[in-house]
């Protein structure tokens, strides 16, 4: 957990604990909020067939993107989140959105 706690610069544990919980409330509610996006958009699994679920993936992907810094804040934790999303989306190649 120290290793952890050094790489993301965080130094109490509650902080941590609270991260864990963001995470997990976050890839919980992105995946349950797929399943109405994708009948909004009318993606069906027998439209679709065997990519249903790779369109599912993707659909999910800006979902999560979104409410973890949505989540993050409501838990008092903006600040890491954010920084944790432009790294993140950096490392996907994606760094021409941030403007630092």
């Keep these: 957990m120290n ?17 864990f919980i963001v995470f997990a409330i976050t890839g919980s509610a992105s995946a349950w909020l797929s399943k109405p996006f994708c009948v909004w958009l009318g993606i069906t699994k027998e439209d679709f067939g065997g990519w249903f679920t790779l369109i599912r993936l993707i659909i999910i992907f800006p979902i999560y993107q979104v409410l973890l810094v949505a989540i993050g804040t409501v838990f008092g934790q903006f600040r890491f989140f954010w920084a944790f999303e432009k790294r993140m989306l950096k490392s996907m190649g994606l760094g021409f959105l941030f403007k630092d």
């Design 3 to 19: 290793k952890l706690k050094q790489r993301w610069g965080i130094t109490s544990n509650f902080q941590l604990v609270i991260i």
